[in-house]
């Protein structure tokens, strides 16, 4: 193929991603979270601050609260919704992540670079998420990729610093990138040269050092209520709860046959812990196998997935872009499986969307704001479809998604040890 038609497909893969995000994020309104947009940017004009006490609905470090605040601004200067503003950052953030994915490995022909980029970048799953319920996945996994970039190739003390540096501004945006910690610190303790034990440690403390620099630079302005932030920031559970794992088949099961509370204490616990179990299992999958610093992410990511409790439909964007990455390291080869997975994930992210548009009065009562602005109405099509997912059919969907999860996971820590 000659350089113009290659151009000329890199351009038309653009041109749809990007063209089909900015299109639903025009005139799709999301049943949940861009009425916090809203939230958020209406506290902020009224003087308080997005931790104030007598509103909780601000989860998440502080940056994207400042976002916030500035596209605000934007739409009433311009007269274009705060919906639409709101999502902007998130749709170009998939572009990023899709020049990152094209860029990674350039030695690949040309259609195998953009077949691999693309799916991430033409997958549902990551437009519904970002163009439609405005979610923060791609604005965290964005730098966070370009700290893998900068530990691929041979490691120096300037990479891995500024590879912290991206860790740390991943994780002022959300702190799910605390989840790697243990992936980072394992691959550069086993990429460092045997027998160096200090050199291991240094690198370790340049790393670290690097991605604190940002963390301090966002949580300095809060110092005076630091503590109380961090509280809100880490516990924070979610209004409403959804089935996942082992309590989505725990659930399934009660439908038909009784079992006991303990049972359910012992699934729906605190989420913490679950977290500090996960990482822990991780911890110790890591260690023994000596994996690449993407596939470690990916063990991070998807030992939570296996066995969290409560879990958001979203949340399984994070694996997508990284699961690109193994397929073009030939790490992972299995694409129906990767496809079976996006399948999966897109059909349980929509039936939780059209299970909240199907409560009509649930969700008109969270878009009151925006309704203020631009017309806020529920698609008849819409409520219907989300009318059809009954209890059985939405821990269907869950269970599938999370024995999807289970086949990936259980594939890459088959693998061989390949730090290197």
């Known amino acids: 193929m000659t350089k113009r038609s290659n151009l000329l497909i890199f351009l038309i893969v653009v041109f749809v991603g990007m063209g089909i995000r900015l299109l639903i994020a025009w005139y799709g309104l999301s049943p949940l979270d861009t009425d916090s947009v809203y939230e958020v940017f209406y506290e ?31 739409s009433e200067r311009t007269g274009v919704w705060l919906s639409f503003w709101s999502k902007l950052p998130f ?31 033409l997958n549902p799953l990551t437009i519904v998420v970002s163009a439609y319920q405005g979610q923060l996945e791609s604005l965290f996994l964005l730098p966070l990729l370009v700290s893998v970039l900068f530990l691929r190739e041979k490691l120096n003390r300037k990479k891995i610093f500024v590879a912290g540096l991206f860790w740390g501004l991943a994780s002022c945006i959300k702190i799910i990138p605390f989840i790697t910690i243990p992936a980072y610190v394992i691959y550069l303790w086993y990429a460092t040269a045997k027998g160096n034990i200090a050199q291991k440690f240094v690198n370790i403390f340049i790393f670290s050092f690097g991605a604190f620099i940002p963390l301090i630079l966002v949580f300095l302005p809060l110092f005076n209520n630091l503590e109380y932030v961090l509280v809100r920031i880490l516990t924070y559970q979610p209004p409403f709860w959804g089935f996942w794992g082992f309590l989505a088949f725990k659930k399934l099961l009660e439908l038909f046959i009784p079992l006991p509370i303990s049972i359910n204490d012992l699934l729906v616990s605190n989420h913490l812990e ?7 299992l991780s911890i110790f999958i890591l260690l023994i196998k000596k994996f690449n610093l993407t596939v470690n992410i990916l063990i991070s990511f998807l030992s939570v997935y296996l066995l969290a409790s409560f879990f958001s439909p979203h949340y399984l964007l994070w694996v997508v872009p990284f699961l690109s990455m193994v397929l073009m390291e030939k790490k992972f080869r299995n694409l129906t499986l990767f496809f079976s997975y996006s399948l999966a994930s897109l059909v349980l992210e929509l039936s939780w969307l059209l299970v909240f548009l199907a409560e009509e009065k649930f969700t008109l009562t ?17 409520k219907s479809l989300g009318e059809l997912i009954n209890l059985p059919i939405f821990l269907f969907f869950n269970i599938a998604a999370w024995f999807c999860c289970l086949l990936i996971f259980l594939v890459l820590i088959r693998k061989r040890s390949v730090t290197r």
């Open 274 to 280: 679950i977290l500090f179990i996960s990482v822990f």
């Open 366 to 382: 969270r878009w009151k704001l925006i309704s203020l602005t631009h017309p806020a109405e529920i698609s008849s099509f819409a």
């Open 91 to 121: 749709i170009f953030a998939d572009l990023g992540i899709f020049l990152i994915l094209f860029y990674y490995d350039t030695s690949l022909p040309f259609l195998k670079r953009i077949f691999y980029s693309g799916l991430y970048f």
């Open 44 to 74: 902020i004009k009224k003087g308080n601050g997005i931790y104030n006490d007598n509103w909780v609905y601000y989860n998440n470090p502080p940056v994207w609260g400042w976002l916030i605040n500035l596209l605000g601004i934007l």
